[in-house]
């Protein structure tokens, strides 16, 4: 059975930082680019950030560039992302999800190429 697990989420005040770390069972990251997603109430889920599995290359949304980090560590089957400067339209539940192939496609940040979600760990800024 495959399950992916975000966690790190919680309550912090504008300006502040959380990290968010996402592992799984049943699915290993190794040679599959891997993807945050987070989802507002109200609107779609949509990505903030992919890694690709080579060279660990990076992209983000405009919304986070330069405030968000994500990295990941395949021997330990993990993904962080790492949130500073967090403002109050970042409050969202944030998920992790792997990729369909290696890279950060020109789609990575449509949720209808993924199929395997968590639960997501809930983030919430206040202003």
């Known amino acids: 059975q495959t399950q992916l697990m975000e966690s790190g989420g919680g309550l912090v005040q504008s300006g502040g930082s959380l990290r968010l770390s996402c592992t799984a069972a049943?699915?290993?990251?190794?040679?599959?680019?891997m993807v945050w997603f987070r989802q507002a109430p109200g609107k779609a889920r949509l990505g903030v950030s992919c890694?690709?599995?080579?060279?660990?290359?990076?992209v983000y949304v405009d919304s986070v560039k330069g405030r968000f980090t994500t990295s990941r560590d395949d021997a330990k089957n993990t993904l962080t992302l790492q949130m500073t400067s967090l403002k109050p339209e970042d409050t969202a539940m944030y998920y992790c999800?792997?990729?369909?192939?290696?890279?950060?496609?020109?789609?990575?940040?449509?949720?209808?190429?993924?199929?395997?979600w968590g639960q997501g760990t809930q983030v919430t800024v206040s202003s």
């Open positions: 049943g699915m290993r990251f190794e040679g599959y680019a």
């Open positions: 890694i690709s599995t080579h060279n660990g290359y990076t």
């Open positions: 999800a792997r990729a369909p192939v290696s890279f950060c496609s020109g789609t990575w940040f449509h949720e209808a190429d993924y199929t395997n």
